[in-house]
Each structure stands twice: as structure tokens, then as C-alpha cells.
Antibody
Framework: VQLVQSGAEVKKPGQSLRISCKGS????????ITWVRQMPGSGLQWIGR????????KYSPSFQGDVTISADKSISTAYLQWNSLKASDTAMYYC?????????????WGQGTMVTVSS | DIHMTQSPSSLSASVGDTVTITCRAS??????LNWYQQKPGKAPKLLIY???SLQSGVPARFSGSGSGTDFTLTIFSLQPEDFATYYC????????FGQGTKLEIK
């Protein structure tokens, strides 16, 4: 069982970006996928999650409107997308398989995608 | 909103020591509390879920306890590979992580 994320990105402010998270060796539609941000030298922040079976999403108020989470269950892949990046979006982004055990438990993590936004 | 307060923010200990990290919620979260370990440059790893259930493959020297608002992660007989940053996470409502505890070698 693993989640494999797309590679590091370097972008300019105002550009768009979509990063991916591909699940393997498990039933992709049986677990939610959560996205987590970790800014340099900082802790973990919950961005939001998606149910790949029906694409229902939930976002943290802190991120609502700034990012879009989507999924293509036919290829077992979830996405995190920005329409207009800001320098403050520079961070490591993790996806995590989310088991509905004791609420939401992140039992498998991707390796992370580093996003750097700089002019 | 539920707020999580994790303490201490950093901790120095020696191999073989027993250490305790605490996590306090601003209101009752029942037993909806998980613990993660993160090593530098690596993704977090689930250690304990539902307050006290050990994730498969995690050594038994890791132990979780608590209920309601106060929770603890105890690591018995510290090993060199345990020096890392630890995060609690409540899942009673919108998921939220604690600020983290950096466990360093004394």
C-alpha cells in the first residue's frame, strides 16, 4: 500500500499548479484522501479532504477558496490545485490515506511534494 | 473551534529514558486523538490512533493514554531512532494537529 506524489515544483507568483497523489495496492475508493501543508520549519496543517468514491470535499476554513481538491478514481489519483500561487504557498504538501477510524486517521502518507513560489 | 495545546515544544532525553508528551484539547474530544512521528525530511508516520491503539508495526515501547481533554504519549526506553518530532491530532471535529514536540538527544 502506498501513495506516490508528483515531483517538486518551482513556480512564479500568479501561476497555476496541480500536484498529484496516486494510490496503489488498495481500494482507492474505500478511503478518503487528505492534504496536509507543512511550511518550512513549521508544523502540520490540515488543508482538506476528498472522498474519491463521489468526489465530496471538505476544506479547512483557512484554505477554502485558495485551493481545490479533486480526484480521478479511474486512475486512483487525487489532486491539489492552485489557480494563482502566492509566495506564502511555499511549503511541503503531503497527501494521506484517511481511515474512518476514530474520526479521521491518516494511516498512509505520500512522500511529499515541495512547492516553491518565487519571483 | 477545538484548540490543541501540545507540550513541551521541545524535550531533551537520553537513550534508555522514558519520556511523556502531553496534548490538551480545549473541549472534550472523547478518544478521537492520534499521534504521529516525523523525522527530518520524511513524511509523518502514524504511531497511535484512537488514544491508545498501536498502529501495526509500531514498537510496543510507544504507549498512548487519556480521554476527554487530556492525552499523553509515553515512550519507554528511548532508542536512537525515536529522536524525532511528534504531533498529536484530534479527529473529533475538523482535523487539527498540535504544534509538535521535538525530541532531541541529551
Amino acid at each position: 500500500v502506498q501513495l506516490v506524489q508528483s515531483g517538486a515544483e518551482v513556480k512564479k507568483p500568479g501561476q497555476s499548479l496541480r500536484i498529484s497523489c496516486k494510490g496503489s495496492a488498495y481500494m482507492f475508493t474505500s478511503y478518503w484522501i487528505t492534504w496536509v501543508r507543512q511550511m518550512p520549519g513549521s508544523g502540520l496543517q490540515w488543508i482538506g479532504r476528498i472522498d474519491p468514491s463521489d468526489s465530496y470535499t471538505k476544506y479547512s476554513p483557512s484554505f477554502q477558496g485558495d485551493v481545490t481538491i479533486s480526484a480521478d478514481k479511474s486512475i486512483s489519483t487525487a489532486y491539489l490545485q492552485w489557480n494563482s500561487l502566492k509566495a506564502s504557498d511555499t511549503a511541503m504538501y503531503y497527501c494521506a490515506r484517511t481511515a474512518r477510524v476514530a474520526g479521521e486517521t491518516f494511516d498512509i502518507w505520500g512522500q511529499g511534494t515541495m512547492v516553491t513560489v518565487s519571483s | 473551534d477545538i484548540h490543541m495545546t501540545q507540550s513541551p515544544s521541545s524535550l531533551s532525553a537520553s537513550v534508555g529514558d522514558t519520556v511523556t508528551i502531553t496534548c490538551r484539547a480545549s473541549q472534550s474530544i472523547s478518544s478521537y486523538l492520534n499521534w504521529y512521528q516525523q523525522k527530518p525530511g520524511k513524511a509523518p508516520k502514524l504511531l497511535i490512533y484512537a488514544t491508545s491503539s498501536l498502529q501495526s508495526g509500531v514498537p510496543a515501547r510507544f504507549s498512548g493514554s487519556g480521554s476527554g481533554t487530556d492525552f499523553t504519549l509515553t515512550i519507554f526506553s528511548l532508542q536512537p531512532e525515536d529522536f524525532a518530532t511528534y504531533y498529536c491530532q484530534q479527529s473529533y471535529s475538523t482535523p487539527l494537529f498540535g504544534q509538535g514536540t521535538k525530541l532531541e538527544i541529551k
